[in-house]
Structures are given as structure tokens and as C-alpha cells.
């Protein structure tokens, strides 16, 4: 049976390991990128193939005469081509051994003198990448870059838009070429920097408040007098009703103070919470809560719904919390956006309950409507319950 061999050839070929190195020598044929095989050590006496594709990579493995290498940069475990040439392998009932390399993980946890078990591991290489996502997680990240708009200073600018411009970085630049540089800063110094094509960014994590269940405090948030806040016994109702999952792209229209909106950008692992509000004082209050509380992945869109809702990624979830009489218009373009979209709406008066349920009926979707009436105690020696105004909640399934 013809011996297959897939090898990580690190960074360069000073980070070869020996057992790769062996592999290569015994080799009559080495298959893999032309920039990887250019900087192959001398000596070899095998027949060079370029190809990077992974069928292309199989046709010249499976044509080889001999003991054959497919040769990948960095770790074949570490966002590598090797597990496209395995899985094709597997479906011809092929096995290959797998040497895996010096990966740039290693390399720049090495330079910096540091242990890398709890780093978050994340390819912005041509894949899609939520940056500031990656950095709510709790954990240092790095960021294998590559490809247009990922490499490590369109990274940090997009970390600078969403208030991180003091997030300390690291990129690591040729690690283990010629060129090596190891440049640390914070997100907005280093996004106007010009970095190399072979490159990685470590970014810290986020400052974060502690998550914790739905329904924070009301003195949690700096409030203002004119802009209203969804109190907490709702505030929890309403998370509890959207059942928003991680990773999900949620909406929260009419804001105000952005406590709802906070509530849900600790519950969505990260991912974008857009809150939309057009009064310019809330949204400052929304900034300023972002900050305090760190919600970095709460995206402020200043302006009146359904206007500025144009443009916006589908939302998986939506809560309105206002609509200024715009609830049919508004519905109508969240289920243009998403026809699955779980819609949470909050009233305070009996008219807005029925442009609601109104609404949701003549778009095909069955409101289903609680009331909640809450009251507290104040502080002195006779404790009297104070009511808030009772309030509709009224949820609808994509």
C-alpha cells in the first residue's frame, strides 16, 4: 500500500520537526503550496508538485510512484487544508500518518513567554469573524488573519468602532521568518498600522461585567429622567420569552436607556445586539451603559424605526419596546427582514395592545399576550407596596 504522509511544516522550515524532516528525505514526491515547497531545506531529492486545492493535492498524492509527502504550513490540527485531504483519503479507503507542525499558536505564546491552554482559537482567514464577539468570551484571542479586511489592523479597527480602543493587542508578524516582528499596543493604536500578510493578533478580553440571570437590578443602569427603562421584573419576562440562544442576532427597537439591550448582549454569547432609538439623550445613555457594563457587542443606530432598520443583519429575535405609532410598519419589516424572527413586544396602554395583536394578525402570526402587575416596598418603618403600571407583554413565533 502506497505510504502517505501529511506534514506541518510549522512556519518555515527551521521549525520542521525531525520526524518531519525524515519524512520529507524518505519522500519520492512532495505535494503543497509553491510558497511552502520554495522554502523547503536543500538536499531533498524528491519530485516537487505545487498544488494547494485538495483535490488537486489527492490527484498528485495517488499518482505518486512511491512513499509520498503533502506538505501544509503551520499544524495540520490548527485550521489546516490537511483535513479536506483526510476526508477525501477516508472516502477511497485510504490511511495516511499525520505529522503535525509548529503552529503560530505555539510560536507567539513562546516569543511572549506565556501559556496558551486558555486562549480562544479563532480563523479570521478568509472566514467570516465577529471580532468583538470573539473578545466577550472571557478568554485572550488570537486571531489567525488573512484574506480582505481580516489581517490584524482591520481586526483592531473594528474592535476600535465598538469602544475597545483600549483593549491591549499583540501581533506577531513572520513568526519564525525572516522579518520576524512582535508589535503590542491597543486596538487603536495598532488599527492604523500596516502589518504583513503572515501574521496573527492576540487580543486580552473584553472588560465585562459578571454575567448572571435575566434580570438585573434597576440601579444597575445610569438612567435619565426623560428616557424610559424597562423595569426588571419585565426586563427578565422579556428575556425569558425571546429565549435567546448564543450566537443569535437580536433587535431591540425604541431602547431607551438600553437595559433591555444590555440584558441581551450577555445572553447571545457576544453576538450583535442592535438597539435602535431616536432620541440622540438615550442614545448616550446606551453608550455610557455599554461602557459601564461592558456590552461591547450592543451596536447603537441612532434614528426612528422602520427607517433605520434598513440595512440591518436579519434578526434571529426582536424586541420593541416603542414604536412611536409605527407597530404595523415596523412588524412588517422585521418579518421582511425574517420571516422566523421571534418578535417580544411591550405595552403600556390598551390602544398599543391591540395595534400590536392588529398588526400580528393581519401578518399571519398569532400574538400570545400576558399581563404583569408588580409592586415593591419602600424603605421606613411601615412597609406599603408601591405599584408600577401593569404591563402587556405580547410574543409572536416566526
Known amino acids: 500500500m502506497q505510504q502517505i504522509t501529511l506534514v506541518g511544516m510549522g512556519a518555515s522550515a527551521a521549525t520542521l520537526t525531525a520526524e518531519a524532516a525524515d519524512a520529507l528525505r524518505g519522500a519520492v ?58 476526508e477525501r483519503l477516508a472516502q477511497k479507503n485510504l490511511s495516511a500518518r499525520v505529522l503535525p507542525g509548529i503552529s503560530s499558536v505555539q510560536l507567539l505564546a513562546a516569543r511572549l513567554g506565556r501559556p496558551w491552554q486558555d486562549w480562544s482559537l479563532v480563523s479570521a482567514h478568509g472566514i467570516p469573524c465577529d471580532p468583538v464577539a470573539a473578545v466577550c468570551g472571557g478568554q485572550p ?44 499596543g491597543t486596538a487603536g493604536e495598532l488599527a492604523g498600522r500596516s502589518f504583513d500578510s503572515l501574521a496573527v493578533l492576540l487580543a486580552e478580553p473584553a472588560p465585562r461585567a459578571p454575567s448572571r440571570t435575566p434580570g438585573w437590578p434597576d440601579e444597575t443602569f445610569t438612567r435619565a429622567e426623560a428616557v424610559p427603562m424597562t423595569k426588571q421584573a419585565i426586563r427578565a419576562q422579556v428575556l425569558a420569552k425571546l429565549a435567546i440562544r448564543p450566537g443569535e442576532t437580536v433587535w431591540d427597537i425604541g431602547a431607551g436607556t438600553g437595559s433591555v ?27 455610557e451603559n455599554r461602557r459601564r457594563l461592558g456590552g ?26 416603542g414604536t412611536r405609532g409605527e407597530m404595523a410598519d415596523i412588524l412588517a419589516a422585521v418579518y421582511r427582514a425574517n420571516p422566523a424572527a421571534r418578535v417580544c413586544i411591550t405595552a403600556v396602554t390598551v390602544e398599543t395592545l391591540a395595534s400590536a395583536v392588529a398588526a400580528l394578525t393581519a401578518l399571519g402570526r398569532t400574538a400570545q399576550v400576558s399581563q404583569i402587575g408588580a409592586a415593591h416596598t419602600g424603605g421606613g418603618k411601615v412597609h406599603l407596596f408601591r405599584a408600577e403600571n401593569p404591563i402587556f407583554i405580547i410574543t409572536a413565533q416566526g
Open 29 to 86: 514526491r512532495i505535494v503543497g503550496a509553491r510558497r511552502l515547497l520554495s522554502a523547503l531545506p536543500g538536499g531533498l531529492t524528491a519530485d516537487q508538485v505545487a498544488a494547494a486545492r485538495a483535490d488537486d493535492v489527492l490527484a498528485a498524492v495517488l499518482e505518486a510512484p512511491g512513499p509520498c509527502v503533502a506538505l501544509y504550513s503551520g499544524d495540520t490540527g490548527f485550521y489546516s487544508g490537511a483535513a479536506g485531504l483526510l
Open 141 to 184: 484571542v488570537l486571531f489567525l488573519t488573512g484574506g480582505k479586511g481580516t489581517g490584524p489592523a482591520d481586526l483592531c479597527a473594528r474592535l476600535a468602532e465598538a469602544g475597545l480602543d483600549q483593549l491591549p493587542v499583540t501581533v506577531g508578524e513572520n513568526l519564525a521568518c525572516p522579518g520576524e516582528a512582535i508589535t503590542t
Open 261 to 287: 439591550s444590555l440584558e441581551l448582549a450577555f445572553a447571545n454569547g457576544g453576538a450583535p445586539v442592535w438597539a435602535v432609538e431616536c432620541l440622540p439623550e438615550a442614545c448616550a445613555l446606551i453608550r
Open 296 to 321: 461591547w457587542n450592543v451596536r447603537v443606530v441612532e434614528g426612528r424605526a422602520p427607517a433605520a432598520l434598513a440595512g440591518l443583519p436579519a434578526p434571529d429575535a426582536v424586541f420593541i419596546g
